[in-house]
């Protein structure tokens, strides 16, 4: 099946955006009984499910993490509001938080990630109700070099890793960032893939698509641009909780796909 990588990627103060598609084979468990199948599509496949109410006035995220990284509760409240805000769930978004123990698998590559959450993932959608699966991991990515670091990446349609390992190193590092600002960021980021931004799932309504990184916008200063220069760019955005926003853009994409 075709393979899509769009990771959230940090050039020492330079993000450089993008994440991961990956499709599975496997619906039925043959155990459960459970029907998997509308969770295992392909990246964007469910943009329209996520932000509209025509299908699923619902939303359940469950997150995985690994103990001793669970996100930070602040990133957790911008990550409910940034949905809130750019969906239409009248039923309510609901976001349950357990910890795992440690696969031992650090680097990750995104096939490992893939078996982990066939190990960990325990919520699919199920009525009215679209199910979103978050794993919060204790490593880096394989995709990691000497200056460029992959922070989080969406590889299907409801389903995304973060790193928290990259992301603790580089919050320790003099003048950077809260944790629970770059964590707030990979996962609006992130669930902007899910939502379809830019161009792989969503259409486009006006020209803004990044030529040089596919699923990214090229408007300055928008939360799904690929790149935001050194100095100022993304640290001086995030400093003080000024989480990135989306760009009209975006919003206008995401409107025009069922969401707000």
């Given amino acids: 099946m075709s393979k899509y990588k ?40 469910s943009a329209s499910h996520l932000l509209s109410d025509s299908e699923f006035t619902s939303m359940n995220i469950e997150i995985v993490y690994v103990n001793g990284f669970a996100p930070t509760e602040a990133a957790l409240a911008n990550f409910k509001s940034f949905l809130e805000e750019r969906t239409f769930k009248p039923d309510g ?7 795992v123990s440690s696969s031992g698998k650090a680097p990750f590559s995104i096939e490992e990630i893939v078996e982990i959450e066939k190990d960990t993932r325990t919520v699919y959608n199920a009525g009215d109700e679209i ?12 995709k990691d070099e000497e200056n460029k670091f992959t922070l989080g990446s969406a590889f299907r349609n409801t389903s ?11 919050a320790s590092r003099p003048n950077a960032p809260t944790e629970s600002d770059i964590e707030a ?31 990214h916008c090229n408007v300055p200063d928008c939360l799904m641009r690929a790149s935001i220069e050194f100095g100022s760019g993304i640290i001086d955005e995030i400093e003080g909780g000024r989480v990135p926003q989306l760009g009209m853009h975006c919003i206008r994409d995401l409107q025009a796909a069922g969401g707000r």
Avoid: W
């Fill in 6 to 45: 769009y990771s959230l990627l940090l050039l020492i103060l330079m993000f450089s955006f993008s994440c991961t598609s990956d499709s599975d084979e496997n619906g039925d468990d043959g155990i459960s009984g459970i029907d998997k199948t509308a969770n295992l599509q392909g990246l964007g496949d």
């Fill in 93 to 99: 978004i609901n976001i349950s938080l357990r910890a």
């Fill in 131 to 142: 199910a979103v699966y978050i794993y919060f991991a204790d490593g880096k990515s394989e």
């Fill in 160 to 170: 995304m890793v973060i790193f928290g390992g990259t992301i603790e190193d580089f």
């Fill in 185 to 215: 960021a990979v996962l609006n980021h992130e669930f902007g893939h899910l939502f379809g931004l830019v161009d792989i799932g969503t259409e486009p309504q006006s020209d803004h698509k990044d030529d040089d990184n596919e699923g």
